[in-house]
């Protein structure tokens, strides 16, 4: 009796360790959850995510510029076996199916994806500043040149 009470406490406690850890790297993201947005004299891009679930956040990413919208994105940022993954939708591109970033490099701050296989971008970087400001940069290859973008966002909401 006493070896079945030890197994079950043991079996418990490494139950609850397992859950704990499971979800870590998506509450270590959450400090992407709110509106962002980047005015530019180009147009306005936003993303706004959300907490969708304990292993998943999504968000939806636009670029508006007068009153077009020039791209649309569907994001989830989704932990998978301890793994995090950026998918992302474009609207028109890759025939509307996810392309996957999985998670390459992270800290408290940064999170950094990669898929190499991907056209452009190649390399997708998260920065966290401060409750109030991001900084998103994508880079890669594109037509034979190096190429690198910056968006400075200012939390909305």
Same mark, same amino acid.
């Given at each position: 009796?006493?070896?079945?009470?030890?197994?079950?406490?043991?079996?418990?406690?490494?139950?609850?360790?397992?859950?704990?850890?499971?979800?870590?790297?998506?509450?270590?993201? &959450?400090?992407?959850?709110?509106?962002? @947005?980047?005015?530019?004299?180009?147009?306005?891009?936003?993303?706004?995510?959300?907490?969708?679930?304990?292993?998943?956040?999504?968000? &939806?990413?636009?670029?508006?510029?007068?009153?077009?919208?020039?791209?649309? @994105?569907?994001?989830?940022?989704?932990?998978?076996?301890?793994?995090?993954?950026? @998918?992302?939708?474009?609207?028109?591109?890759?025939?509307?199916?996810?392309?996957?970033?999985?998670?390459?490099? @992270?800290?408290?701050?940064?999170?950094?994806? &990669?898929?190499?296989?991907?056209?452009?971008?190649?390399?997708?970087?998260?920065?966290?500043?401060?409750?109030?400001?991001?900084?998103?940069?994508?880079?890669?290859?594109?037509?034979?040149?190096?190429?690198?973008?910056?968006?400075?966002?200012?939390?909305?909401?």
């Amino acid at each position: 009796m006493r070896q079945f009470i030890l197994f079950s406490l043991f079996s418990l406690l490494l139950f609850s360790c397992t859950t704990t850890s499971k979800n870590e790297k998506i509450k270590a993201s &959450e400090w992407l959850i709110g509106q962002w @947005e980047n005015r530019s004299e180009e147009g306005i891009l936003t993303e706004n995510w959300i907490k969708s679930n304990d292993s998943t956040l999504t968000a &939806e990413s636009f670029f508006i510029k007068g009153k077009d919208t020039l791209h649309f @994105e569907t994001i989830r940022l989704v932990e998978k076996k301890g793994e995090l993954v950026y @998918e992302t939708i474009i609207k028109g591109q890759n025939n509307d199916k996810p392309i996957l970033f999985p998670l390459i490099s @992270e800290t408290e701050n940064e999170l950094v994806f &990669e898929n190499l296989q991907n056209d452009y971008p190649q390399k997708i970087k998260y920065q966290h500043h401060s409750k109030s400001v991001i900084t998103i940069a994508i880079s890669g290859t594109q037509a034979k040149k190096v190429v690198s973008e910056q968006f400075k966002m200012a939390k909305v909401k």
